[in-house]
């Protein structure tokens, strides 16, 4: 079993990496054989999306010298993904938001059939916001949501109290099991169905040699035509 653990913030040893570690122990000691990859997205360097679409040709990047495609291969392999980011002006950090674009999660359905867990970590409020978008971030790239937590915490503060401690062990727990069961919700495979057969699919048949990249990536996964 193989799972993606992403830091969105950009200070490595904050509430959100705190949070994001604690699930890591927690899964590691109700499992030690599970592999999991745990990225600080900061330790990277990710230039921006410059918009020229050879990903949707190739499915890869053209800027092959930040190592964007190192991390898709990572989640694209795991069983299952935890991500968590900062509220920064009631949004997902930027850096985040870069990576989402870059990773091209949305066409490539990167999260395809994939449970998933979003961390949102707050000082003052519009957690619920930020939540909201990072599950349709999940949905829109063929993953369903798991769990969603919104975590207040001052800044500078160990978010890690026993309570916490309690609510990510259980969240560990229902996430290895839905992994496990191998079973998406109904709901959550006719989401996926409809944006893949209703908005993706016949946007890119009306040029099919431009998306080619995406299709055969689309077969790999058994997201049949």
Known sequence: ???????????????????????????????????????????????????????????????????????HEIIKNSDGLIWGSPNYATHISGLLRNFYDRVNMLMTQLLYRKPCINIVTYENGMAVKVLKVMKEMVSYAGGYNVKSMGIKNPFNKDPLDKKLKCRIEKSAKTFLKKIQQNKPPLLSVLYSKIVINVFLRPFMHKNREQYQGILNNWAEKGIAE
């Open 1 to 71: 079993m193989k799972i993606a653990i992403i830091n969105g913030s950009p200070r490595k040893n904050g509430a959100t990496f705190k949070i994001l570690n604690c699930f890591k122990e927690s899964l590691e000691n109700i499992d030690s054989d599970i592999d999991i990859e745990f990225v600080n997205l900061i330790d990277y360097n990710f230039k921006y999306c410059i918009g020229c679409q050879h990903c949707y040709k190739t499915c890869k990047c053209i800027i092959s010298d930040d190592r964007i495609e190192e991390i």
